[in-house]
Nanobody
């Protein structure tokens, strides 16, 4: 079964850091564009970061620019989201999305809670 699975979420204090992982199984991520999304309670899901299949190009939402970094290790079939200087408003369920033409995979999400 082909799928992507997020991990690395948890509870962190404001100003802290977390690294999320998005691991693929059943297929290789090499030619997939990967997006990170998040959804806070009562809000719509929003795209916050993406990385090209080669890893050469990245893009970020203004809300996370300068604090979050997306990277990928195709040898490990995994994409990462390094989150620094976390804020309470970053609290959400974080999802990764792998996309290649009409092939789209969504993970089940991982909860990130930023609170003191």
């Amino acid at each position: 079964q082909s799928q992507v699975v997020e991990s690395g979420g948890g509870l962190v204090q404001p100003g802290g850091s977390l690294r999320l992982s998005c691991a693929a199984s059943g297929f290789t991520l090499d030619h997939y564009v990967i997006g990170w999304f998040r959804q806070a309670p009562g809000k719509e899901r929003e795209g916050i970061a993406c990385i090209s299949s080669s890893g050469e190009n990245t893009d970020y939402a203004d809300s996370v620019k300068g604090r979050f970094t997306v990277s990928r290790d195709n040898a490990k079939n995994t994409v990462y989201l390094q989150m620094n200087s976390l804020r309470p408003e970053d609290t959400a369920v974080y999802y990764c999305n792998a996309r290649k033409y009409l092939d789209i995979y969504w993970g089940q999400g991982t909860q990130v809670t930023v609170s003191s």
